[in-house]
C-alpha cells in the first residue's frame, strides 16, 4: 500500500541512527502503478537503540478522506549491514515482512503484500536517506522500478 514506501539521503556510518527523532513531512503516493498521486502528510516519531541497531517507527499520516496509523521496525547488522524487520498498516496491507540493506547512508528494502480490500499483489522497493536534515521516501515499483509510487520528504 501506499505507506511502505522509499525515503533517501547523505551518506552515514549508520543511517539508521541517522533517522531518529520526530519528523513532519509530506508530498505523494500511489497505491498501484495505475493510481492517482494522492497528497500526503505524515507525523513519525522513530527511536533508535544504538546496542541492538534497531530503529522503531510509529506515526499517523493523512490522505484525502482517511488517517492512516504506521508503524515498523528496521534491524540492521554491523557485519553483514542487511536490514530485516516488520512494517505495518493496519490500515491496508496490515504486517509484511521486510529484508533490506543499508549502505553509503541510505537504507533500502523491499517487500511484497496482498490487498486483503481487492486482493491484488503489491511489491515495492523502498529506499529511505537523510541529509541535509532532510529525511526523504521513495518508492518504486519491484516489476517496473521506473514506476515512482511515493515521493515524500520529512523535517524535524
Keep these: 500500500m501506499i505507506f ?3 525515503m533517501t539521503g547523505a551518506a ?10 520526530s519528523w513532519r513531512g509530506s508530498g505523494w503516493a500511489k497505491e498501484t502503478p ?11 516519531k522513530n527511536e533508535y537503540a544504538d546496542a541492538s541497531m534497531t ?15 504506521i508503524s515498523g ?8 549491514k542487511r536490514i530485516t524487520g516488520r512494517w505495518s498498516n493496519p490500515d491496508g496491507v496490515g ?11 541510505i537504507v533500502a528494502f523491499n517487500f511484497n503484500a496482498t490487498d486483503p480490500a481487492t486482493g491484488r499483489a503489491l511489491a515495492q522497493n523502498v529506499e529511505w536517506r537523510v ?13 517496473d522500478p521506473s514506476i515512482m509510487l511515493s515521493d ?3 523535517r524535524q
Design 4 to 6: 511502505l514506501l522509499l
Design 12 to 21: 552515514s556510518a549508520d543511517p539508521l541512527a541517522e533517522m531518529n527523532g
Design 34 to 44: 495505475q493510481s492517482a498521486r494522492e497528497a500526503v502528510r505524515c507525523q513519525i
Design 55 to 69: 530503529l522503531t517507527l510509529t506515526g499517523q499520516c493523512v490522505v484525502p478522506g482517511r488517517r492512516l496509523n
Design 73 to 80: 521496525k528496521l534491524i540492521g547488522s554491523d557485519i553483514s
Design 95 to 105: 504486517s509484511v515482512r521486510i529484508v533490506g540493506i543499508q549502505r553509503d547512508g
Design 131 to 143: 541529509s541535509d536534515g532532510t529525511l526523504r521516501l521513495r518508492s518504486t515499483d519491484r516489476n
Design 152 to 154: 515524500l520528504s520529512f
